[in-house]
């Protein structure tokens, strides 16, 4: 994660939308590729049943457009703000995960989870009134 978001940071001072297509254009590619042989692999299996329906194809497209929205929003706060703070506060993208997780389909969080959530924010309230 780490090596990701340093090489975004550097690539995004060239050009950052053209770096951004080109991850998204990558990871779309290999995710294609990867739910391709999953339909042909359960066809198979199963005799025609469809694996991806009509709602899962928004729900990924959705998906995809906020990770893009994501990655550009970082791009263009590590160049306007310290790269160390940036990183460590996009880190946090487990939280979000652990809370969307509950929301929508009411799963519970750990008590290792719960108690990693509040690290985890204690330290960007920490970072945030440390760069302030």
């Known amino acids: 994660m780490g090596a990701t978001l340093t090489l975004l940071h550097a690539a995004g001072s060239v050009n950052p939308y053209w770096v951004t297509a080109v991850q998204h254009a990558s990871t779309g590619a290999s995710a294609g590729l990867a739910a391709a042989l999953m339909v042909l692999r ?3 299996r199963t005799g025609g049943d469809v694996l991806l329906t009509r709602s899962r194809l928004i729900g990924i497209a959705l998906i995809a457009v906020a ?3 994501g990655d550009l929003g970082y791009v263009s706060a590590s160049h306007r703000g310290s790269l160390s703070i ?8 487990p939280v979000v995960t652990i809370l969307l997780g509950r929301v929508l389909r009411g799963h519970r969080a750990t008590g290792v989870q719960l108690i990693g959530v509040g690290v985890a924010l204690t330290g960007a309230v920490l970072l945030g009134t440390a760069a302030g």
């Open 67 to 69: 990770g893009t929205a």
């Open 86 to 93: 940036v990183a460590a506060l996009a880190s946090l993208y």
């Open 42 to 44: 359960t066809r198979a």
